[in-house]
Nanobody, 124 residues
């Protein structure tokens, strides 16, 4: 069993940056693909970014391309999401997720473990 804990969220002005972290415990995630998703009030959870187990491949939603960067440190059992040029529409609860099979999919149903989320609020 894997436990995921997100941190790094907060309140930031539009144009600012935040770095989210997702620390895993219970077992190593070095062979898992990892993803970030977000859910805004009244909206469905949506894909943000994903990374393969080796960091060799990364994937982004169109809304995140050019502004967000996903990375991982397998030695620290941690995944990161660097978010730059933040916009008010990025306001949401951000979740990290782990896929045991390593698909790095944009589809939430392929992820086996989820964190509790961290709130990101971007003011205009």
């Amino acid at each position: 069993q894997v436990q995921l804990a997100e941190s790094g969220g907060g309140l930031v002005q539009a144009g600012g940056s935040l770095r989210l972290s997702c620390a895993a415990s219970g077992r190593t995630i070095s062979t898992y693909a990892m993803g970030w998703f977000r859910q805004a009030p009244g909206k469905e959870r949506e894909f943000v970014a994903a990374i393969s187990w080796s960091s060799g491949s990364t994937y982004y939603a169109d809304s995140a391309k050019g502004r967000f960067a996903i990375s991982r440190d397998n030695a620290k059992n941690t995944v990161y999401l660097q978010m730059n040029s933040l916009k008010p529409e990025d306001t949401a609860v951000y979740y990290c997720a782990a896929d045991r099979v390593g698909r790095a999919s944009s589809l939430s149903r392929y992820y086996d473990y989820w964190g509790q989320g961290t709130q990101v609020t971007v003011s205009s």
